[in-house]
Structure formats: structure tokens, C-alpha cells
């Protein structure tokens, strides 16, 4: 039997080595770029969550060829390299996350050695090995002497001792059969699809944000340094969007084809990345900026937000 060095879980020897390697993961993810996963308290499988879902993002996860591939980058083993097994890249990519997060300060540290460890289970092994109590002999009772009386006196009846109780052993907790919180594979998809689905709105954010700041320079402004750099950003975040976009439409419905639908939720937000691409694009030759190719990005901006919002629901983000 061995302990958590963290939680003080029971378990294996084995299952509790892989348990302290892949779970207590920390608060913080240290994904590359994700400063806005923060949690309030130790969540694993959340954090799970979006360590799969950004791997997914960069084109991780299941290949065509049935292998399971990490994204990270530099994660400290070569680029690309895959797994056979989709709980296989998950125990990776949980022991890059935990590492990190110690080496950050973002996850709890081991706070009892092996040695002290080794001691208490001792100490509690030898506790229970002790045998039960032996109640004390009673001894036979006393006769009493005749009485010079005429009638005997009534013998006296032995003392009764009190019950003997014996000892209550303390409650077993079960071993750890599972070193980690792995869902099956229906979870999988589920979890593949919500984290999915969180990069498009977060994507969506950024690209948002620098629409904004293009189409608040107001009609017949000049083009400057700053402001075509803001212009190249929003192409960029566009076609950055449009890769999310594909990747969540491949984790909800990994066997459909997109559809081509005017009318679809999905191929409006298509539509109107393509308008907001060709926009920006006419942004970058256009000297100074025209009123109507400004109102055209701001009813580009509006699509967008409305298609992602009614396919992913509402936005909430800790980042401002």
C-alpha cells in the first residue's frame, strides 16, 4: 500500500507513481499563449480539458492514420510525435502541464517524503497487527463461613465483569484502481467539442477587438504605421479563426462533411470571415480609409458575433 504524497490518497505503489506524475495539475494552464485559463481552485479534469483542446487547435489529437499526435510546443520531446492512444497523449500531456505548473508555483507541491510516509504506514501496519486484548480470569467465589446463627448464611454470587469490546480497526479506503480522471469515449468527444468550441469564441475575441480598433480610426484617416499593423493583425487573426472554426465543425460532427448551406450557421460565419478578409485586404490599399468599406467591416464584425454566438453561446472571458 502507498499514499499520495500530496492528497494522502491510497493506492499501489504503481497506480500512486502515475497518480502524483499526471494529476494535481494547478490552477494555472501553461499551454504556450493560454494566459486566460485560470481557476479559481485545483480542477484536473477541466484543466484536461483545455490542455486537449488546444492541442486539438494546432492540429493535434487523432490523425488519419489512428495515432494520437502532441502539439505542444517544445514540450521536450521531437516535434509531432504521437501516441497509440488517446488516454496515452493525455497522461503526456498532463505530466508537461504538472512540471511546469511546480516550476511555476502554480500547483501543490509534495509535502511529506517517502521516508515519513513509510513510517506512518509502519506505525499503522504494527497498530493493527497487535492482537486483541485477553480479558483478566475471574476468580472463583468466595464460600462463605457458617454462621453461628441458627440458618446459614445465602453464598454470595460471583462478580460479573464488564464486556470486553473489541478493538474497532480503522476504515479502509479503496486503492486508487484509476491513476487518473480519464473520461471514456463518449466523454472524450464531449470534452473535445466543448474545448473546441471555447477556441472559436476566444479566437473570435481577438480578431473582434482588432476590428474595432480598425474601424474606430473613423472614415478619411490616413493610413499610418500603427494602423496598418492593426490591419495586418485582423487578416491575420481572421485566417486564424477560420482554421478554429474547421477544427470545431471536425470535433462535434467528425464524420459529416461541413455544410454547404447558404442558410447554415456554420457557413455564415464562412461568409462573412471571407467578406471581413477581403475588407481588410481592401483596407490595406485604400488611402484614406472610405466610410462605406468601414461600415461594411463593422456589418462583418456584427455576422460573425451573432453566427458564434448562436452555434457556441455567449462569451464569458476572465481576460479583459
Known amino acids: 500500500m502507498a499514499i499520495c504524497r500530496i492528497c494522502g490518497h491510497p493506492g499501489t505503489q504503481h497506480t500512486i507513481s502515475e497518480h502524483e506524475k499526471h494529476n494535481h495539475l494547478g490552477t494555472t494552464c501553461h499551454w504556450p499563449g493560454t494566459t486566460y485559463h485560470v481557476l479559481p481552485a485545483e480542477d484536473d479534469k477541466q484543466m484536461r480539458q483545455w490542455l486537449l483542446a488546444e492541442n486539438l487547435a ?24 504521437t501516441y497509440d492512444s488517446r488516454s496515452a497523449l493525455q497522461r503526456h500531456l498532463s505530466t508537461v502541464q504538472r512540471e511546469l505548473a511546480v516550476a511555476n508555483g502554480t500547483a501543490l507541491q509534495i509535502v511529506q517524503t517517502a521516508t515519513t510516509v513509510a513510517g506512518n504506514l509502519q506505525a499503522l501496519n504494527a497498530l493493527n497487527a497487535l492482537p486483541a486484548p485477553v480479558p483478566p480470569a475471574t476468580a472463583p467465589p468466595a464460600v462463605a463461613a457458617p454462621a453461628p446463627a441458627p ?4 453464598p454470595v454470587p460471583p462478580p460479573i465483569p464488564p464486556p470486553v469490546q473489541p478493538p474497532v480497526p480503522p476504515p479502509v479506503q479503496p486503492p486508487v484502481d484509476d491513476p ?18 471555447r477556441v472559436v469564441k ?7 477587438k482588432s476590428m474595432e480598433k480598425t474601424v474606430a480610426a473613423g472614415p478619411a484617416r490616413n493610413l499610418n504605421t500603427i494602423l496598418v499593423q492593426e490591419i495586418t493583425n485582423a487578416i491575420t487573426m481572421a485566417n486564424i479563426l477560420r482554421d478554429a472554426v474547421d477544427v470545431a465543425w471536425g470535433a462535434i460532427c467528425p464524420r459529416e462533411a461541413m455544410p454547404q448551406d447558404a442558410a447554415s450557421p456554420w457557413m455564415r460565419i464562412i461568409t462573412s470571415l471571407r467578406s471581413a478578409t477581403t475588407t481588410l485586404q481592401n483596407a490595406q490599399s485604400s488611402q484614406p480609409l472610405p466610410s462605406t468599406l468601414l461600415d461594411e467591416l463593422e456589418q462583418n464584425k456584427h455576422d460573425l458575433g451573432v453566427n458564434i454566438t448562436l452555434l457556441f453561446g455567449p462569451f464569458s472571458s476572465r481576460s479583459s
Open 58 to 81: 494546432l492540429g493535434g489529437g487523432e490523425q488519419a492514420n489512428g495515432k494520437w499526435m502532441c502539439k505542444w510546443p517544445n514540450c521536450g520531446s521531437p516535434a509531432n510525435h
Open 151 to 154: 440458618a446459614p448464611a445465602a
Open 180 to 197: 487518473m480522471d480519464v473520461d471514456g469515449e463518449a466523454g472524450d468527444q464531449e470534452m473535445a467539442s466543448a474545448g473546441a468550441g
Open 202 to 208: 476566444e479566437r473570435w475575441e481577438a480578431l473582434k
